[in-house]
Structure formats: structure tokens, C-alpha cells
């Protein structure tokens, strides 16, 4: 989709358009907890090893988001092995958390909440404590400066509710109340992440919130660090991690030629085309036998399984991995069929579509007329049938994944998959 928009804004020429010049290789779209990754491993020596783990937190004002990568060969070389994923859990929330949490303590006592000293509460926690804030062990009750003290004159608060014309918030309050419901989705997160792959080596905190003392101790305490051998890792100014991380990235592809980051990605997934009638795996063969062994499983509702990719497998990012199939058509007409997409979380193979593991996803048509070979085989066959060779495939980035048909090296068709967790 990114790529998409950037073609379409013209930042560079699209691999099919008269300008086009190489503008796929000029395009390098990177995500977050990856320019996040990029960042630490030039920061810091991590300490890991090939075929170790590791996993990037990037919590931010809006979401906390996760993604698991495996060192290569080199610390530098990293392959995505579990696609970012996340919750509406960041820093913004812990604000909007306070807010609901004055407006409750006004209402209880019958007391205004004016607008000049909501903002100045609000900045002040904002600006001041939010960031600062390290849960019950910090015993100092939290005083916000009033700007008109006007509404809480003749009442009666105690030194503990309102003292020297200051708002006087519990320690305890702060954590139950605005802090706790936002941490404790975020180590959900961090936990979901976790379940997908078993187990990490390091973990990577970075982006504005993860400055927060309380979010580290709360993952600290969350024994995180017993299972990660302490190794849990915020950069200098974490705030700025992943533009610096974009930025480096980008720069050593272009200056130096090696690049630092995630191009590849480990498939988390199978994916997998049933080949039904009239469809044959790679070139050539006799069509009366592929058609009546297609016949005979299409009507059964099993086909024959292609895997286009096998879970496991390393794949660079937004490039299509294809595989060569024919078509026997009776006439010109008949240039249309149904590819069957199927997918697994198994890395074991099977024969056909049978099995209980592949889970159908879509019926993609494609419509072969337009190519053409499939109107020079129409016109030349001097028999009534006649094969069209043609390629299908897959491409993935970390959270989409489309199937792809080729034919002569030019594009003929992509469908987006539906979303699958972990895809």
C-alpha cells in the first residue's frame, strides 16, 4: 500500500511507466520497530550471535509496537521473523487517563474544573511527570500548581486533597488510575509477541515512552529480564531511535553499498495454490491427464498444492517469488480460471489441499486474454486446445501479503490477502 501511494504520488516512477530508471530500487520502505532495530545495532554491540533473536518495542505517543528479527550472518544483517503488531496503548493514552481522572476528582467533590486550570494541570503532567513518574516507590505525593484558586476557596479539602493552592494527586491514585490500565496492555503486547515464537535473546526499547522509568520496571518486574538473561536495552534519546534508524539505514545503502536493516523477511506462514481443472504445475505434459486428474479433485473440493512459499523460508521483501504454471484452453474464449490461495502454519508439505492445517483464503480470477502469448497461442494452435505459460506468485512485506501473475516477465495482476495474524 505505501508502495502503491508512493507511485501513484509521483516520489518515484513506477517500475512499468516511461520514466522508470531502477525507481523500485530507489524506493526502500522501512517500518518502524525495524528503523528502531537499525539504530541499536549501530549503537550498541549487542552481544548476539547468528540465528539468535531479538525483539524491538517501539512505544510511542499513539501505540506500542513489537517485531521479532533474526540476526544473519552479520549483527547488521537482520531478517524480520515476526511482523510488527501492536495495541492503542502509548503515551497519548496515560493523558487522556489523567484527564478522565481530574475530571472525576472535580465532580466528586462539587467543585468547578475550570479550562485555564485543566491546561495547567494537564502541562504540568504532560511536561513534568509523565515521563518522570516510577510508580509507589516514589512516596512524594504529586502537587500540580493552580492557576485561579478561586474555585477551591471556603471548601473543605484537606492538606492531602489541596494544599498551598496546589492539587495534591496520590502516588497510588497516579499508578492505579492512569498508569497501570496503559502498562498493563502494553506487557500484553509484549507477551502476544512473545507466544508467536517462543523465545528472544534481547530486547530493544525504543520511541518517547520507553524514556518512561515505570513502563521499564513494570517489563523489569515482568520477568523479562529472567528470560531475556537481563538483556532488555534503551538507546540514547529513544525518542528519536527510529528516524535515526530510517535515516542510517537509507544512508548505507546508498553510500556504501551494504545494507543494514531487514530486507529479508522469514515467511511466518505458508502460502499455497490449489491447481484445479484445466491447470497444470510448471510447462508442457499431457493435457488429457492433467485435465481428468483436475476434473476428479475439483469436483471433490481437493486440488493439487503449489507451494509458493513454505513457512520458514527467507524472502526479500517485496519481491515476488514465482512459480510456473500452464494453462490448457479449448478455444480463445476460454482464457479465465480461479487460483485458490490457501495458507498454513505448517512448514510440512502436502500433496493436495486435503489436509486439515490449510486454511482457503481466497478465489483470486485471472483472465489470461490480455497477454500476449495467450493470443498468439489462440491464433497459431493448429489442434482445437492450446497451453498458456504463465507464472504465479507471492510477495510479502511485514504486515500485507499479495499474490502476483506474470507472463513474459510484465505484470498481469495483484490481489492484497486478507489479514492474517502473524502474516
Known amino acids: 500500500m505505501m508502495r502503491d501511494a508512493a507511485y501513484a504520488a509521483g516520489l518515484v516512477a513506477h ?18 520497530p525495524e528503523a528502531g532495530a537499525v539504530h541499536c545495532i549501530l549503537w550498541k554491540d549487542l552481544g548476539l550471535k547468528p540465528n539468535q533473536s531479538f525483539m524491538v ?37 496515560l493523558d487522556i487517563n489523567f484527564r478522565a481522572y481530574l475530571e472525576e476528582w472535580h465532580k466528586i467533590r462539587n467543585i468547578r474544573l475550570s479550562e485555564k486550570n485543566l491546561a495547567r494541570y494537564m502541562h504540568a503532567f504532560t511536561y513534568l511527570y509523565k515521563l518522570e513518574f516510577n510508580g509507589k516507590q516514589d512516596r512524594r505525593d504529586l502537587h500540580f500548581e493552580c492557576f ?17 493552592g496546589q492539587l495534591v494527586v496520590p502516588v497510588s491514585d497516579l499508578q492505579e488510575r492512569v498508569f497501570d490500565p496503559i ?12 507466544k ?22 513494570r517489563i523489569w518486574e515482568n520477568t523479562f529480564h529472567e528470560r531475556l538473561h537481563g538483556r532488555i536495552l534503551n538507546p540514547v534519546d529513544p525518542d528519536i531511535a527510529t528516524s535515526l534508524g530510517t535515516a542510517q539505514s537509507g544512508l548505507a545503502e546508498s553510500l556504501i553499498q551494504r545494507p543494514i536493516g531487514a530486507p529479508t523477511i522469514i ?9 484445479g481443472p484445466n491447470l497444470a504445475i510448471g510447462r508442457g505434459g499431457n493435457w488429457k491427464l492433467r485435465t481428468a486428474a483436475g476434473m476428479m479433485n475439483g469436483f471433490n473440493g481437493v486440488f ?36 485458490r490461495v490457501y495458507t498454513s502454519d505448517s512448514a510440512e508439505m502436502r500433496a493436495d489441499t486435503s489436509g486439515g492445517d490449510l486454511e482457503h483464503i481466497v478465489d483470486w480470477e485471472i483472465d489470461l486474454s490480455a497477454i ?45 490477502l486478507p489479514a492474517i495474524p502473524g502474516n
Open 183 to 194: 502498562v498493563n496492555k502494553g506487557l500484553g503486547v509484549l507477551e502476544a509477541q512473545l
Open 148 to 164: 485561579d484558586v478561586s474555585d477551591y476557596y471556603n471548601l473543605d479539602l484537606s492538606d492531602d486533597e489541596f494544599f498551598n
Open 267 to 275: 515467511a511466518s506462514k505458508s502460502y499455497i495454490i490449489g491447481v
Open 304 to 339: 493439487e498444492a503449489q507451494y509458493l512459499v513454505v513457512k520458514g523460508a527467507l524472502l526479500k521483501k517485496g519481491e515476488p517469488v514465482l512459480q510456473e504454471f500452464t494453462k490448457t484452453s479449448s478455444n480463445s474464449s476460454d482464457s479465465v480460471f480461479v487460483a
Open 15 to 32: 517500475e512499468g511507466s516511461q520514466e522508470y530508471a531502477g525507481g523500485r530500487d530507489r524506493l526502500h520502505i522501512i517500518c518502524e
Open 372 to 416: 500476449q502469448l495467450f493470443k498468439q497461442n489462440a491464433q497459431n494452435s493448429s489442434r482445437k486446445r492450446f497451453d498458456t505459460v504463465f507464472e504465479i506468485g507471492i510477495e510479502i512485506e511485514s504486515q500485507e501479503a499479495h499474490v502476483v501473475w506474470f507472463s513474459g516477465g510484465e505484470r498481469g495482476g495483484r490481489l492484497r
Open 196 to 217: 508467536r515464537v517462543g523465545s528472544v535473546d534481547a530486547l530493544l526499547l525504543v520511541g518517547g515512552f520507553s524514556a518512561s522509568p515505570y513502563l521499564f520496571d
Open 57 to 93: 518495542c517501539d512505544a510511542g505517543g499513539g501505540t506500542i509496537d513489537t517485531a521479532i528479527y533474526q540476526v544473519l550472518g552479520n549483527v547488521t544483517q537482520i531478517a524480520e521473523q515476526c511482523a510488527s503488531s501492536g495495541a492503542s496503548c502509548g503515551s497519548h493514552f
